[in-house]
């Protein structure tokens, strides 16, 4: 039987190294990193039309899981989002078969983003790695990078969210800040309510960590050959944005949006129990963390 692994994430956290990791040292595994992907055959400048065309009506944004995703899950259009979920795992089943491995991990941040509900629902004995980036460092790695937020991400007032704040009052640092914790407690209700047999929290720093990393894959229960590290990839400076360093301004962006989030919100939130920003940025680092 296969064993399925799911990643909730709300990006820029380390899923290319993760994958990579992965697929280097667990043998028998089809570790996909945020499939399908468009990769055009036509050269430039067709190749952008291409890709257009192929979003549309091949690699679609729904089979991706965003564009009427995030419609349904918003509707609460449950149909649709069965069906979409229904021909998403049809396609893992072909990636599958034709792989004849016996583990799917899916590390992608559009899992939660809508169909992980109708997905735990199909397949109950799943396992959920929540792959989790400093708040502040993920904040800031989005804003260099300048991306609409809206594209991967519902309105934050959305009743189908699980921390419903209203964006007219919200910076857009505190846009990702509340994505990354919709996120966060999007992995915590789906274990709370028993649709994951287990979740499993790694934390974007302890991916160099090998000894770490070590435990975690036998956690997980993936046999795996020793541990070797890797460079960082999927960075931003490697891809002409700056890098990620915190400044005061964006430690006082949290510590507004803190004050913000109701005192129910905030204790799920496991992360946050210790979490002192001032003491873990100063001084600012410029390791890896810093680069993605």
């Given amino acids: 039987m296969t064993r399925y692994i799911f990643t909730a994430t709300a990006g820029r956290s380390g899923q290319s190294y993760l994958s990579a990791l992965l697929r280097r040292h667990v043998p028998g595994a089809l570790v996909l990193f945020e499939e399908p992907q468009v990769r055009p055959i036509l050269p ?8 257009r065309f192929r979003r549309r009506f091949v690699e679609t944004h729904e089979l991706l ?12 259009d449950d149909a649709a989002l069965d069906h979409m979920a229904a021909k998403r795992l049809a396609w893992i089943e072909r990636r599958i078969v034709r792989a004849k491995a016996d583990t799917y991990i899916d590390v992608s941040k559009y899992f939660i983003r809508g169909l992980h509900r109708p997905i735990t629902r199909t397949l109950p004995g799943s396992t959920l790695i929540r792959l989790v980036r400093d ?41 990702y800040l509340w994505a990354w914790c919709e996120v966060y407690l999007r992995a915590q209700a789906l274990a709370d309510e028993e649709r994951v047999s287990k979740l499993l929290e790694i934390r974007t720093e302890e991916l160099t960590d090998l000894s770490i990393m070590a435990r975690h894959l036998d956690a997980l229960g993936l046999a ?12 931003n400076v490697a891809q002409g944005f700056g890098a990620t360093l915190v400044a005061a301004d964006d430690i ?15 204790q799920r939130i496991g992360y946050f129990r210790g979490y002192d920003p001032r003491r873990l940025h100063d001084p600012v680092s410029t390791s890896l963390a810093a680069r993605a």
């Fill in 44 to 51: 430039r400048p067709l190749d952008s039309y291409e890709r």
């Fill in 135 to 175: 708040p502040i460092r993920n904040m800031r790695s989005f804003l260099n990078r300048g991306k609409n937020i809206y594209l991967d991400n519902n309105r934050p007032d959305s009743s189908a969210n699980q921390l419903r704040l209203d964006p007219a009052t919200l910076s857009s640092g505190e846009l």
């Fill in 252 to 266: 006082a962006t949290f510590e507004r949006f803190l004050d913000r989030l109701p005192a129910d919100a905030r």
């Fill in 65 to 76: 899981g965003r564009g009427k995703v995030l419609d349904a899950f918003v509707a609460g």
């Fill in 224 to 235: 795996h050959t020793p541990l070797s590290g890797g460079g960082p990839m999927n960075d």
